[in-house]
């Protein structure tokens, strides 16, 4: 069974965030927010309607109440959603040094 909050969620699946009424689909992984440096796990765009100004939306795995449709995935896919695991770490690492940089 695939976790929303511990795997890495194919590009293109659709999830509702918490206290969200809208649905969110996934477009990216490891997104940094340009306006503040942020980083996300993912960042995605409306549904059903996509990219809509001003930018995109940016989230967490914590951030995933229910997942609803899980995107198209092949072995390319696959091989690439194992990358992001294995970068994981580094990913992780950075992330700490942003937060830390924003005290």
Known sequence: MFDPHGDW??????VRLHGAERLVMVVGYMSIDGSTS???DYCGY???EGKQEPT???FDRGD???AYQFGFC???????IAHLSAVEPDYRRERALRAKGDE
């Open 74 to 80: 092949d072995a390319e896919g696959m091989a690439f």
């Open 38 to 40: 942020q980083a996300w």
């Open 46 to 48: 409306p549904y059903p």
């Open 64 to 66: 995933i109440e229910e």
């Open 56 to 58: 995109e939306l940016f």
């Open 9 to 14: 969620m194919p590009i293109g699946s659709v």
